[in-house]
């Protein structure tokens, strides 16, 4: 690792000029030196100052032979070392897929590279280190790390405590381990039950209460000292399409989107947050030239920079998804970006087309040097706030002291205790007693753990209900169970004394329904968890007794186990509303339901 002095050399002086001691949200920065530092800069240095991107391998210099190969394959660079070298990229994205979060000290490690690699070179830049930690169903960095549970499950909580020492406690492990930037909270409304994309990433469909839990999260992350970023702007809440794949289009009105979109990205921004992100939709009453919000100088220069009154980081979605690259080629998208207001072009699918690009339109014109400018003021302001030019390295010791530490692990269990959400209890079926109910079967459906968790949820409840004095078996009977798979489960229910199944985005067609219900029809008690959308439970009607955990991961299903067997009560309250399933223009349970014991 490069001297503190060799640091200092490396950026020119500037790290003394900066030299920050208040929290990253209310530090001072001194424009004059950033600009300084921008004016000796050479036009590709601000190029790569612009992109985000993504870099297969553990290590900086040193990856597997299949991700090197990888990264010939889609960048023309073996490491992430070679990557920095030749685009001079501001900005690194951590993926589990891409190798790069094994473990907290590799993690770590890495991170330290990508700064030396960086900090090395003639006028080096310390690397904003981003990823996606949204905890529940979207987490990149996993065990031994405390993963908290995700922001539906939150909402039902209700507590901004909770949700800041969710972001001071998520922070503090990620600035551990040298990820400087984390991209959440999600302040998208979810209002639409079929949402494939969001659903349980939004806190839920009350836009104050989301507004609510968004700035708390941000004050709990800019208290460790990480940029929160809320995404996905101009709002993400109401799409059946997932802009992965597709286009989504949002029709709501203006008014509709002041009432209820726009909410919780204002009190983002009155709380300070460091950066924002856009969402591929159209959104025709803000902008009704067909163009994705990324792409749209109406919606992020004339709303969110206008109106909102903005002049933070703005970041793109993924340029790989479907949603942005549906109109325009992958050379046209990073332009028009940066020409609707965007600071940071995140993972273009083709970082050679899209920098050699960006490069082309300012030396033809189309772009211009100081508006480059204008982006890269942003983002240093915000490396500077983050005190990336005094402490760009992190420490072994650092990450022994902080990641996964006894205290953060017991905040997180008794955080999601606060969460879990009892819907209905039939009969006072629940909490099931150890006398009555010592033998318990749990299925169900066993989806891909979320990322660092144990899984499969089958497995966790069972060991969770064996840790509390039960006798538990576990059998996953998937989301599409057989005909086969049924029979089994309807047989192994005759040995036991109760039954607990967990539900994954039950539909009337769906096998879990048939299975559920042939299970109900053994006369044997069932409990049901909805282990991602609470939506489940208006399509099975005959279940005593349904909770919802909003997601799958290690710490919601141990609360879920510890409220079934009466070791904590219930507390959580439903933030989206369910819809019977007979007549969706009726509510079965509405926002803030929740029953206790």
């Known amino acids: 690792m490069p001297s503190r002095r060799t640091v200092l050399a490396a950026t020119a002086g500037v790290t003394a000029a900066l030299a920050l001691g208040t929290p990253a949200h209310a530090a001072a920065v001194d424009d004059k030196k950033l600009r300084s530092l921008i004016s000796r800069m050479t036009l590709e240095e601000k190029v790569g100052q612009l992109f985000v991107m993504r870099v297969y391998g553990h290590s900086a210099t040193d990856p597997d032979q299949a991700d090197i190969d990888a990264n010939l394959s889609e960048i023309g660079v073996r490491t992430a070392a070679e990557l920095i070298a030749e685009y001079r990229v501001g900005g690194i994205i951590y993926f589990t897929w891409a190798h790069n979060t094994r473990d907290p000290h590799q993690i770590a490690d890495l991170s330290n590279g990508i700064q030396r690699a960086s900090l090395t070179l003639p006028r080096g830049l310390p690397v904003l280190v981003t990823t996606d930690q949204e905890h529940g169903i979207v987490c990149r960095v996993g065990a031994p790390a405390t993963l908290f549970p995700g922001a539906m499950a939150m909402g039902a909580g209700g507590s901004r405590e909770d949700a800041r020492t969710l972001g001071r406690i998520s922070g503090a492990e990620l600035r551990a381990i040298g990820i400087n930037q984390d991209y959440s909270p999600d302040a998208d409304v979810n209002i639409n039950p079929a949402n494939p994309v969001i659903g349980v990433r939004s806190f839920g469909a009350d836009p104050d209460a989301v507004a609510a839990m968004v700035a708390a999260e941000v004050g709990g992350y800019q208290r460790s000292s990480v940029a929160a970023t809320a995404k996905h702007f101009p709002g993400h809440g109401d799409t059946a399409v997932d802009s992965h794949y597709g286009f989504p289009v949002i029709t709501h009105s203006r008014e509709l989107w002041e009432k209820l979109d726009a909410v919780p990205f204002r009190a983002a921004v009155k709380a300070g947050i460091d950066a924002i992100m856009t969402a591929h939709i159209q959104f025709p009453a803000l902008d009704d030239s067909g163009d994705p919000a990324t792409l749209s100088h109406p919606i992020l220069t004339g709303i969110l920079r206008g109106e909102l009154g903005y002049d933070g980081v703005v970041v793109t979605d993924s340029l790989g998804?479907?949603?942005?690259?549906?109109?325009?080629?992958?050379?046209?998208?990073?332009?028009?970006?940066?020409?609707?207001?965007?600071?940071?072009?995140?993972?273009?699918?083709?970082?050679?087309?899209?920098?050699?690009?960006?490069?082309?339109?300012?030396?033809?014109?189309?772009?211009?040097?100081?508006?480059?400018?204008?982006?890269?003021?942003?983002?240093?302001?915000?490396?500077?706030?983050?005190?990336?030019?005094?402490?760009?390295?992190?420490?072994?010791?650092?990450?022994?002291?902080?990641?996964?530490?006894?205290?953060?692990?017991?905040?997180?269990?008794?955080?999601?205790?606060?969460?879990?959400?009892?819907?209905?209890?039939?009969?006072?079926?629940?909490?099931?007693?150890?006398?009555?109910?010592?033998?318990?079967?749990?299925?169900?459906?066993?989806?891909?753990?979320?990322?660092?968790?144990?899984?499969?949820?089958?497995?966790?409840?069972?060991?969770?209900?064996?840790?509390?004095?039960?006798?538990?078996?576990?059998?996953?009977?998937?989301?599409?169970?057989?005909?086969?798979?049924?029979?089994?489960?309807?047989?192994?229910?005759q040995d036991a004394d109760a039954v607990v199944v967990g539900t994954y985005n039950v539909t009337a067609g769906n096998a879990q329904k048939t299975l559920v219900e042939q299970l109900v029809a053994t006369g044997k008690p069932v409990v049901a968890i909805a282990v991602r959308n609470p939506y489940d439970v208006a399509q099975l009607p005959t279940v005593r007794a349904y909770l919802a955990s909003y997601s799958w991961t290690d710490v919601e299903l141990r609360a879920a186990a510890r409220v079934i067997a009466g070791q904590v009560g219930p507390r959580g309250r439903l933030p989206v509303p369910v819809q019977r399933a007979d007549d969706p223009t009726q509510v079965l349970y509405p926002i803030g339901h929740g029953l206790s014991y």
């Open 321 to 493: 998804m479907e949603g942005v690259r549906t109109k325009y080629g992958d050379d046209r998208v990073p332009v028009l970006a940066l020409k609707a207001g965007v600071d940071q072009l995140l993972n273009p699918p083709d970082l050679p087309v899209a920098w050699n690009a960006v490069l082309k339109a300012v030396q033809g014109g189309e772009l211009t040097e100081v508006r480059l400018d204008e982006s890269i003021l942003r983002i240093l302001r915000l490396k500077a706030r983050l005190k990336l030019f005094q402490q760009p390295y992190v420490s072994g010791h650092g990450v022994d002291r902080t990641v996964g530490t006894r205290a953060h692990l017991a905040a997180a269990d008794r955080i999601a205790e606060r969460t879990t959400t009892l819907l209905v209890n039939d009969g006072q079926l629940l909490p099931l007693s150890r006398a009555a109910h010592r033998k318990l079967l749990v299925v169900g459906a066993d989806p891909a753990s979320p990322s660092g968790t144990t899984g499969p949820p089958t497995g966790v409840l069972a060991t969770a209900f064996s840790g509390l004095g039960f006798s538990a078996t576990a059998l996953s009977t998937g989301t599409a169970p057989s005909a086969a798979t049924i029979a089994k489960a309807v047989a192994a229910a």
